[in-house]
Structures are given as structure tokens and as C-alpha cells.
């Protein structure tokens, strides 16, 4: 299967994205609300999926949580818990339509579960995708350190 150019280019910006949401929240940042955590963490996401898809020579047909688990899902099995954590996190935010938008506000236990989903996301490609380049796993997201949010949080 022949990849799609330039996968490495969303893995890194994935990975950014976050790190950064995650340091943000560690760090209790004013400017990292969680409105702002939560954009910061689907965008994460959906750079990391893209990449880990891209490398397969896939893409998904949307860039909804609902389009890219499905499209995820061609490839590997997500557990239940986390393929329903991905979907809520459309539940959010519904801009599609300018005149009909959504948004819920966020509450901390809300965005404790958001981060905790970008993490395990994280967690399950970025092995895959770093094989091929020969890099770690970024500390904040190393497997046998991830204890789900609360291990950022201290």
C-alpha cells in the first residue's frame, strides 16, 4: 500500500497540538481555556488520525470525530470506550451550519475527559507512525507514564 506524501508533516503537528493542550491544562495557563483545550485537542486528533491514515494511502471522508473513527476503524479495532469518547466530542461543538451553530459549555470534568482522549489517541498511534521514523514516543504520552489525565494534572 502506497502512502499519501507528507504524512509526517500532520504526526508532527498532532503531536504539537497535543502537547500543547496537555501542558496547558498541567500548567493552568489563562489563555487555555477549555473551549480553547478542547479545539486544540480535536485538532490533535485529527491531525494524528490523518497522519496514521495518510501513511495507509486513506483518508477519511470528513473531518468529523464520526468520519474519522469510521475511517479508523477500516484499519484497527478501537475499544468501545474510547470510540464513544471520540464521538461525544462532536456532541461540543456543531459549526457545520453558521446559523445553527452549538456549543455546550465545557465543564472540568468535561475537559479532564477530552484530554484524556487526545492522550490515548496519542498513545495508540504514535507508535505505529514513529516506527518509520525512528523517534520516541514523546515523554507526556509514553504508554507505561499514561495514567489517563489525572497523571497531568499533579
Not at 502537547?19 to 477549555?34: D, S, W
Not at 482522549?117 to 509514553?142: C, F, H, K, N
Request: aromatic share 8%; hydrophobic share 40%; proline share 2%.
Amino acid at each position: 500500500m502506497l502512502g499519501i506524501e507528507n504524512w509526517q508533516d500532520y504526526r508532527r503537528d498532532g503531536v504539537a497540538f497535543l502537547k500543547t493542550a496537555l501542558k496547558g491544562y498541567q500548567g493552568r495557563k489563562k489563555a487555555f481555556n477549555h473551549e480553547a483545550l478542547y479545539n486544540i485537542v480535536c485538532m490533535a486528533i485529527e491531525k494524528l488520525i490523518m497522519a496514521y491514515l495518510m501513511k495507509r494511502g486513506d483518508l477519511a471522508e470528513n473531518h468529523t470525530m464520526y468520519d474519522l473513527v469510521r475511517a479508523l476503524e477500516n484499519h484497527l479495532t478501537l475499544s468501545d470506550d474510547l470510540k464513544q469518547a471520540m464521538l461525544r466530542l462532536d456532541s461540543y461543538q456543531d459549526i457545520c451550519d453558521p446559523d445553527q451553530s452549538v456549543y455546550v459549555v465545557i465543564s472540568t470534568q468535561d475537559i479532564e475527559s477530552i484530554l484524556d482522549t487526545g492522550a490515548q489517541i496519542g498513545a495508540l498511534l504514535l507508535p505505529d507512525l514513529d516506527r518509520e521514523l525512528s523517534v520516541e514516543l514523546p515523554e507526556i504520552l509514553r504508554k507505561e507514564k499514561f495514567n489517563g489525565v489525572n497523571h497531568y494534572v499533579n
